[in-house]
């Protein structure tokens, strides 16, 4: 689907049209009151503001959010979004991520708070909860001697939105490692998939734009290496991230997957958009496929950046760059 914007001579993929006045929500939120899931010690909270959840540092509020712990407090979560007839948004470390200013309807429901973490020596397997930090996820492997994860030192995202986006970096990418994941699924209900159920591609897979949730994953790994050499390997592929793609400021990372045969960040450059600015969001002088906030962005400056980008490089190369990001929420209003 796509957004419902101005005539869209480039279509912006994988993002939702979402029929909602945004006022108007807001405004019946005024009276509403934190609400505690029953059995539970789970809060599900009104009205709140989602800028701080993404790692762009925009976005405006959540209708409801909730953040649970454990199985049973998601499955309560989805019960009670299904009761109150609200729609779900799942929501890992935010890493790639641009929420509308208008903020999100229905439940925003946050995985950060799932985390676990069980090595297993005798298969060389590894369990971790969706929300916890995949650069946490390489330095452990690495400590133990445990081989695979090294290329994941670098990105800035959690564990369930690594298999839902297959990340990859250095030559590595999710879909090399992963054994299966844990899904829930709104009934409540929980699956297991394997590499081949989620069908993997390019930084993307069969549970993107879905509403199944990740819970927890695991990956196959090599042990017995030396774990000075694996720390090592792992430091030098943290450094080159840190070196050669700006994170000094707010960032989602990189905005656009790379055409076949070419680098999204390349084809930016040469036409001339390095240090293009709009309002106070910038497409970054260190690597072109990088959007900056540099401070106090609005999520339709970035908006009508990446748009701006992708107008430019088709009409300069005929080629059609898809974005990366998850773009969620009412655009409608934003122009270029």
Known sequence: MTLSYDPPKVAIPGTARLSFEPLKYVNQLSDAQP???AGTDCIVKPHVPLAAFTSFRVGGPAQWYVAPKQITELQASFEWAQSHDLSVTLLGAGSNLLISDRGLPGLVMSTRRLRQ???D?????VTVGAGD????LAWSAADRGWKGMEWAVGIPGTVGGAVVMNA?????????YLVQARVLLPNGT????TAQDLRYRYRTSALQGSNWLVTQATFQLQPGFDPVALTELTSQHHQHRRTTQPYHLPSCGSVF????????GWLIEQVGLKGYQIGN???AERHANFILNCGNAMAGDIFRLIRHAQQQVEQHWSLHLEPEVRILGDFQAVGI
């Open 133 to 136: 930090p995949l650069p946490r």
């Open 121 to 125: 020596p005798e298969l060389g397997q």
């Open 257 to 264: 997957r790379n055409p076949i045969g070419y680098k999204a």
């Open 35 to 37: 609400v505690r899931l």
């Open 117 to 119: 973490t069980q090595f």
């Open 168 to 176: 990859g970096a250095h030559g590595g990418c999710v879909a090399d």
């Open 190 to 193: 929980t699956k297991v998939l």
């Open 281 to 283: 969001a910038q497409i």
